[in-house]
């Protein structure tokens, strides 16, 4: 009985990767790119008595898996939980993009970005269900001397499944995997989807890993220009991610409570 129940809770897990599949579908979709990496290291405040959290990640990103490296960010953040499942964030970072074949020119474009996020977390048996809602604001400065602002919605359903043990806690092993979509305020809507599928383990009550692959689809809108007419487009990349968290706890907090181990990018 217990390993059918576990089927179909994978299952349900898995459905979530193709969520958005029919919408991809629509669109022109050029050739991959080469497999790419992430590495994130996340370091984690608990809330306390008093509700508040706090985090600091700083992230990677190479054109190819662990070298040619392109991209960083530095951001942290502080956090409030309204309750044991509405957790509040406001947070910001440095985001620099480079060209991998030259980076002593120093980055292409660096991005200062200040969002506001609502966590609502979600438990059904063994599955955990985070919905996670953000608004960012976005400041671009160009090698040229240019500069430029934009905001943005995002969305993402994470979805964890413990494998072991009933609850995430030491010694466990379990899947995760999240669709986030990215909203353009101004148009065109529909900016960005991300997709990704890893498998975790928790050490203890402070470290998690996991280990997983990630596709992000840019889409670039149709447009009609001197008569000729572009389609809408969608680069795609895939990436391995390597993702390593530790989480401070409180000396007076003898049983922490479950926490979902999600990425905070």
């Known amino acids: 009985m217990l390993h059918k129940r576990l089927v179909g809770q994978l299952a ?121 809602y953000r608004i960012e604001q976005r400041w671009f400065q160009f090698r040229d001397g240019s500069d430029s602002f934009r905001s943005r919605i995002r969305y993402r359903l994470n979805v964890f499944l413990p494998l072991n043990n009933r609850k995430l806690t030491s010694k466990t092993f379990f899947l995760s995997s999240y669709d986030e979509i990215f909203l353009n305020p101004k148009g065109p809507a529909f900016e960005r989807n991300r997709l990704y599928a890893g498998l975790g383990y928790q050490f203890d009550r402070n470290f998690t890993m996991q280990v997983g692959w990630v596709n992000q689809v840019n889409y670039t809108p149709a447009r009609f220009e001197q008569g000729v007419f572009t389609p809408k487009l969608a680069a795609s990349k895939h990436n391995v991610v390597l993702t390593l968290t530790y989480r401070l706890n409180r000396r007076n907090n003898k049983t922490p409570s479950e926490t979902l181990p999600s990425q905070s990018d």
């Open 12 to 132: 349900c897990l898995l459905f979530s990767f193709g969520w958005v599949g029919g919408a991809l579908a629509q669109t022109t979709v050029p050739a991959p790119e080469p497999l790419g990496s992430w590495v994130i290291t996340t370091l984690q405040l608990p809330s306390g008595p008093k509700h508040w959290g706090g985090f600091f990640e700083i992230q990677g990103r190479s054109y190819r898996p662990f070298q040619q490296f392109f991209y960083n960010e530095l951001k942290g953040g502080v956090s409030y939980d309204l309750d044991r499942n509405f957790t509040f964030t406001l947070a910001g970072g440095r985001y620099a993009t480079y060209d991998y074949n030259d980076l002593s020119a120093g980055p292409l474009n660096t991005e200062k970005r200040l969002w506001e996020q609502l966590v609502i977390n979600q438990y059904l048996d063994r599955l955990r269900f985070e919905h996670r």
